[in-house]
């Protein structure tokens, strides 16, 4: 009777073998998901090192017909030749620094493309839409590389929140409309960029980098923003010089 009372206990918790089965192969699950975006990243970063090591902002060759498509939801290239686009820009930063604070253009990946960041004081006097020859050497570094690939380009224009209230430009919008559009017809007609690949957009005070609480914020917020936008075949050519 004792034997019969132990076997029906120990049927009644064969379900806990199961159960704790079941809960190690969920956690298996997720550790190899874990350790699988780990390793991505990880291999991206390793790309993007090697890359920036090896390449010469100068030496880029043709051969590269068949660009290896990266993710671009996390805000990365779209191609390896993308990923040269960004060091070259970003030696031509490098380079002009002694004239020019770096802190005034900086290059950065974006969900959209490479974004190239021009800031709206050394670019442009104060409420118009009148670059300043600091802009106009910036566009005319960065003519070279925006000519050398097929990648459609967009001009973004911000200001911060303080309103202009003059009759040229009664609000942001107005402004920010002239000054992206600016730099457009300047890459096109004067740097010779192709006018179809390019675009004018006019986000006027609401898409802040930082919030407005301060002059340095304020100053960090009018910009203009110039999106190498992703393109899954583009080439550089090798004559590109920044």
């Known amino acids: 009777m004792a034997r019969k009372k132990k076997a029906a206990k120990e049927n009644n918790e064969r379900w806990l073998l199961t159960y704790a089965d079941l809960i190690t192969l969920l956690m298996v699950f997720f550790v190899l998901l874990f350790a699988m975006s780990k390793t991505d990243s990880q291999k991206f970063q390793e790309l993007a090192q090697s890359l920036h090591s090896a390449l010469s902002p100068n030496i880029f060759t043709s051969s590269n017909t068949n660009p290896i498509a990266l993710p671009t939801q996390s805000g990365g290239p779209n191609s390896i030749i993308e990923s040269q686009i960004f060091t070259q820009i970003s030696a031509m930063i490098q380079q002009i620094s002694p004239t020019i604070p770096s802190s005034q253009v900086s290059v950065n990946y974006s969900s959209d493309g490479i974004d190239v960041t021009l800031s ?37 224009g911000n200001t911060d929140n303080v309103p202009v209230g003059s009759a040229q430009y009664p609000t942001n919008w107005e402004l920010s409309a002239a000054r992206a559009v600016v730099v ?59």
């Open 120 to 156: 709206g004081d050394m670019l442009f006097y104060n409420g118009t839409d009148i670059m300043k020859p600091d802009g106009v050497l910036i566009l005319e570094k960065l003519a070279p590389i925006l000519n050398s690939i097929p990648n459609d380009l967009e001009v973004q």
């Open 184 to 242: 457009v017809r300047y890459l096109s007609e004067q740097l010779g960029v192709s006018p179809q690949r390019l675009s004018a957009i006019a986000f006027s005070q609401y898409h802040p980098i930082v919030p407005n609480t301060s002059r340095a914020n304020q100053a960090m917020n009018r910009r203009a923003v110039i999106v190498i936008l992703y393109g899954s075949n583009a080439q550089v050519s090798p004559t590109a010089t920044p």
